[in-house]
């Protein structure tokens, strides 16, 4: 797995967990190329049993700050689904990704690079970041992840966002829940390193398995989300990894020491 096989996205392992870079500095800015990298990368990392974690980060001073303008000035009509389609694929395969995925926050992440965003389980954002989906303002309104913002901040304040195109600072973030840290920009590398180094020290079918529920409790009814929680906690145990990590608990040393 070479960053050359993806366009504009570089693809660095770092032991367990795989960092998915955003690359097309300054800016990042989104052409469909980068869409169809994405969907590459992401495709061939969930086929990688060895893939525990994932980081999506973006080279430069932006996240992104969303979709190239001028490629969607010059977008015809026609060919507007399609093109749509092509991008909710590619956060879709993000956003069902089989291990967990981090995005780390670093300088704006707007549109379509903030709905890849809200696509990870968990989100970092440096104290100097802005988030939002300001589609709005450029005629088109905010589509695909764009219907988790409710979820994530609350009704009021994502109609607020939605309707006006304004930026989320981090620390309103952070405070809304929609972020899990804020640290600056110095500190922002060793701050999501530590929540993935945690992911990488529980055990790893038993991660697999609880991200396999989180995307299906998603997708699913609460009665339907509970069966599929029972059937995992058997599944568990079809390994020998409970009595192992278990026993490494109980023994208060680290899991495989």
């Not at 992840?145 to 006006?164: K, N, S, V």
């Amino acid at each position: 797995m070479a960053a050359s096989d993806y366009a504009f996205v570089r693809v660095d392992r770092r032991g367990a967990c795989v960092w998915v870079t955003l690359d097309r500095p300054p800016l990042n800015l989104i052409v469909p190329e980068m869409i169809g990298g994405i969907k590459a990368a992401f495709d061939d990392l969930r086929e990688d049993p060895k893939v525990r974690a994932v980081v999506l980060t973006g080279n430069g001073r932006a996240t992104t700050a969303g979709m190239q303008l001028q490629f969607l000035r010059e977008l015809p009509a026609a060919d507007a689904k399609a093109f749509i389609a092509s991008l909710y694929e590619a956060i879709h395969a993000v956003h069902e990704a089989p291990f967990p995925t981090v995005c780390m926050i670093n300088g704006a992440c707007l549109g379509g690079g903030f709905e890849l965003a809200m696509a990870c389980d968990v989100r970092t954002a440096a104290s100097d970041a802005v988030m939002g989906l300001p589609e709005v303002k450029v005629g088109v309104p905010s589509v695909i992840q764009a219907a988790l913002l409710p979820l994530l901040i609350g009704p009021g304040r994502a109609a607020e966002y939605l309707l006006t195109g304004e930026s989320i600072t981090s620390h309103q973030a952070l405070e809304w829940g929609l972020v899990n840290r804020v640290a600056p920009t110095g500190e922002l590398h060793k701050v999501t390193t530590e929540i993935v180094d945690r992911i990488l020290a529980c055990a790893p079918s038993a991660i697999r398995l609880q991200k396999e529920l989180m995307i299906r409790w998603r997708n699913t009814n609460l009665r339907s989300a509970v069966e599929y929680g029972i059937n995992a906690f058997a599944q568990a145990y079809a390994t020998d990894e409970p009595r192992v990590a278990m026993q490494a608990f109980l023994d208060k040393r680290p899991r495989g020491a």
